[in-house]
């Protein structure tokens, strides 16, 4: 019954609709059906009756009866193929890649990073080959974010772009299909499809694995979508394809979605609601991670502290659920499950010269015990984003936070006596709807004030949907958001250099990722503090080994001495190869 609600859903909201849903309701007759001939390397001839034969099944297409009957649950499985339902939309072999070959460009934050080697995994398992020349592509995809006016106006015009390359593509080879993954495709829907015609298929971010389908449809000459959000979809069982396999780290998608619905915010439409990968699934791929060699690993999720893995009833009767002191949510608490710092205690355990990492969290779930972990554990990198938003009690009541500034304040001194040197990073939007300048100018102290090391920082751009579309008034003037957000930067930057010069004259350990993009004669890696650490590129004394000198690689664990800091990076000299538990006794 639940797939039937969701077809509907689907085709309410999409003109074309039935074309897709059919297909994926008679996806399970087809298998037992094909009707094509199996092929590795189709001609354009036979490509073409295939569009043919495809265009036949759908003009016969399915009856009410087709829907009751896939809808009607619980199925049995037909005891013989003769017994399933005529005729087939969709063969295996249209579902294979075939080796055609995809280009995929990513934009955004990190979680889209990681869903581009989730669709990538997904897609070479079915069959097709990635390339990373866009003149040879057979698809297109792009993997989109939304959460601000500017990051869509790119995308709109890289697809400007690519509709002469598809135009322009030769006659004789398989014509060039596009597709609109992720957040975009989630909020825009069929307005993309209308807008720009070049658009073959739309897959949100909970729809990756029906990439193969989708693109079967597309193949044919239809467009296609799904745009369905998903209250269970972690891809728990899909291992992404790392995109560079030489690197030192990797980013783990722990959860997904969000609950919070700050005002501003479109990700709680776009990306759904949040639901927690089960612990044990990602304990397994940090492992393989470990066992690869890679040295860091960032926990990913929209709220990655609220995290709460749900999967097994043994889990929930657990303890209640403890936010930080000050902050509430918008949503109904939940209570049991298994929690981040239950999951933070798992996974720093695998290895131990494995860095651990997480972001991006929400300030409301740092309870004790997961500051307690931080500092205790050697290889909890001891570093904690904490979005502020801004600093002013009113507009973050405005913005539906779910804290005062002084609540956020009295986290900071918390969170700084439990770890002491923990490195801090926060975002920041300039301009809200109703924000004055006394508003601004309580964000400007509370820079000053937390002297963050790292900042992002945004002018505020409306989003349809949100609340604060609704709600509020976006009246505060565009040039006046750009001098707002202007100061916010300059300020921002004057503290960052402050609290990064502390690091000078200091022994840091470095993990090594490779030579500095500005100088071949310097390596470039991160201290604990995620900050950037540049140093010549020399022989140095092996502490693994001693008595041999050794030149750092990417992987390494190297002890630098910090001799200057600007407002972004540390400069030094390297003292030795190390271990990170080797390290301890050295500092
Ligand atoms: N306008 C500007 N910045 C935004 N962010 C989220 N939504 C908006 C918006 N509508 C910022 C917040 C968030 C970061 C990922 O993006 O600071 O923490
Ligand atoms: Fe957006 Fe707020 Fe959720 Fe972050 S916590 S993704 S800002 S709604």
């Not at 979005?387 to 918390?414: D, F, N, T």
């Not at 601004?440 to 790292?454: A, D, G, I, M, P």
Request: hydrophobic share 35%.
């Amino acid at each position: 019954m639940h797939s039937l609600q969701c077809v509907l859903q689907v085709q309410r909201s999409l003109k074309w609709g039935p074309l897709v849903t059919v297909s994926s309701l008679l996806l399970r007759t087809c298998r037992a059906h094909s009707s094509l001939p199996s092929t590795a390397n189709p001609s354009r001839e036979r490509q073409e009756n295939g569009i043919q034969d495809f265009s036949s099944r759908l003009a016969t297409g399915p009856t009410f009866q087709h829907f009751l009957r896939s809808a009607s649950a619980p199925q049995e499985k037909p005891s013989s193929p003769e017994a399933e339902d005529p005729p087939p939309y969709l063969t295996e072999e249209e579902l294979l890649g075939r080796q055609r070959k995809v280009y995929l460009e990513t934009y955004g934050c990190q979680m889209n990073v990681n869903d581009t080697e989730i669709a990538w995994s997904i897609l070479q398992k079915s069959g097709y080959l990635r390339t990373n020349n866009v003149q040879e592509a057979d698809v297109i995809l792009l993997v989109t974010c939304s959460i601000r006016e500017k990051a869509e106006q790119t995308i709109w015009n890289r697809l400007h772009q690519l509709k002469t390359l598809k135009t322009k593509r030769l006659r004789s080879r398989t014509p060039l299909r596009i597709g609109i993954l992720g957040c975009m495709a989630e909020r825009l829907k069929e307005e993309i499809l209308n807008r720009e015609k070049l658009v073959d298929l739309l897959a949100g971010p909970d729809a990756y694995r029906d990439l193969p389908r989708l693109l079967a449809i597309a193949e044919s000459g239809q467009q296609a979508a799904n745009v369905l959000l998903s209250l269970d979809e972690t891809y728990a069982d899909v291992l992404p394809v790392q995109t560079s396999p030489s690197a030192t780290s990797a980013f783990v998608s722990i959860m997904r979605g969000c609950n919070n619905m700050c005002s501003y915010c479109i990700v709680p439409f776009t990306r759904g609601r949040e639901r927690s990968r089960p612990v044990a699934s990602i304990l397994e791929e940090v492992r393989k991670l470990s066992d690869q060699g890679l040295k860091e690993v960032t926990l990913l999720g929209q709220n990655v502290n609220s995290f709460r893995d749900n999967s097994e009833v043994q889990f929930n009767n657990a303890v209640s659920t403890k936010l930080s002191r000050g902050f509430t949510t918008n949503y109904k608490t939940k209570q049991g499950g298994l929690r981040f710092s239950h999951l933070l205690d798992q996974v720093s355990r695998i290895d131990p010269e494995m860095r651990i990492r997480f972001t991006s969290p929400h300030p409301k779930d740092f309870p004790d015990e997961v500051l307690q972990l931080i500092h205790e554990r050697d290889n909890i990198c001891k570093q904690i984003h904490l979005p502020a938003q801004s600093g002013s009690s009113r507009v973050l009541e405005a913005m539906r936070r779910g804290y005062s500034r002084e609540a956020y304040v009295e986290l900071v001194h918390h969170i700084r006596e439990s770890i002491p040197g923990v490195c801090l990073s926060s975002d920041f939007i300039a301009g809200f709807c109703g924000e004055t300048e006394e508003d601004h100018l309580q964000t400007v102290s509370l820079l000053r004030e937390v002297q963050y090391n790292t900042g992002f920082l945004f002018a505020y751009s409306m989003r349809e949907k949100t609340r604060a579309y609704h709600r509020l008034k976006d009246d505060v003037p565009e040039e006046v958001k750009l001098r707002r957000l202007e100061e916010l930067i300059t300020v921002f930057r004057e503290e960052a250099l402050k609290a990064n010069k502390t690091s000078v004259d200091c022994t840091q350990l470095v993990l090594v990722e490779g030579l500095s993009k500005r100088s071949v004669t310097d390596l470039c890696g991160r201290n604990d503090g995620n900050l950037k650490v540049i140093f010549p590129d020399a022989e140095m004394e092996d502490d693994i080994n001693p008595g041999l000198k050794v030149r750092a690689q990417p992987g390494d664990y190297v002890l630098v001495k910090i001799t200057s800091a600007s407002s972004q990076t540390l400069k030094g000299h390297a003292l030795c190869k190390t271990t990170l538990k080797g390290s301890l006794t050295h500092c």
